[in-house]
């Protein structure tokens, strides 16, 4: 009995043809690298080998990133500072995020995002925010790509752990804007282009 194919002679012909590349063996030396290259990493960052950085949403300290030669590899933390009667800028990202506030009391501005997939992404915002109250201890998620904005209501600094995840970026989904600047950090603010 003769056993069926599903491909015809032309797709046999053409399954073996086309440029010869290394790409295979590459990626195995690339691993073996980065595998004797990962042993050096930092499993502890000291708080004096966290980079301080004005941003358009802030002023944040950094606690992992990953231009900071970690162990860690998927997610980016820092320490987030508001101060007294401030607020933060207004962003969106495609990654969720996850904050956890360890000073200060305040509550954050969520617009959701509403979206359809058709020929391309056609995204909309609510125009009402949702307000979340947040104080010591708590834990804050902001969904992906919703537009959210940070504000302190207390009469002391507020300082707040943020962490995203690098995996969206890595699968070519980085999307990031920064909507509107925080107040006194208009210098370091690019806007958007859409």
């Known amino acids: 009995m003769e056993a069926s194919t599903f491909a015809d002679a032309t797709e046999r012909a053409r399954a073996k043809t086309g440029r010869e590349a290394n790409f295979y063996a590459e990626a195995l030396k690339a691993s073996a690298e980065f595998r004797k290259e990962y042993e ?3 499993n502890v960052v000291n708080h004096d080998q966290m980079p301080m950085e004005r941003t358009a949403d802030g002023l944040i300290k950094h606690i992992i990133n990953e231009r900071m030669d970690t ?6 933390i820092y320490m987030q500072f508001v101060d007294a009667g401030k607020a933060t800028g207004t962003s969106r990202h495609l990654t969720e995020e996850v904050a956890f506030v360890i000073e200060g009391t305040g509550y954050d ?3 959701d995002v509403h979206f359809e997939c058709k020929t391309a992404f056609e995204w909309t915002w609510d125009t009402t925010p949702k307000k979340y109250e947040w104080g010591p201890g708590d834990f804050i998620y902001v969904p992906p790509y919703v537009a959210h904005k940070r504000f302190n209501t207390s009469d002391i600094e507020a300082r707040i ?4 995840s690098r995996v969206m970026k890595a699968i070519g989904l980085d999307w990031f804007d920064q909507l509107e600047p925080a ?3 208009e210098d370091v603010w690019v806007p958007p282009e859409d």
């Open 109 to 111: 501005l969520h617009y």
């Open 71 to 76: 162990k860690e590899c998927c997610l980016d």
């Open 40 to 42: 050096q990493r930092l």
């Open 183 to 185: 107040e006194g950090f």
């Open 161 to 164: 752990i943020v962490c995203n």
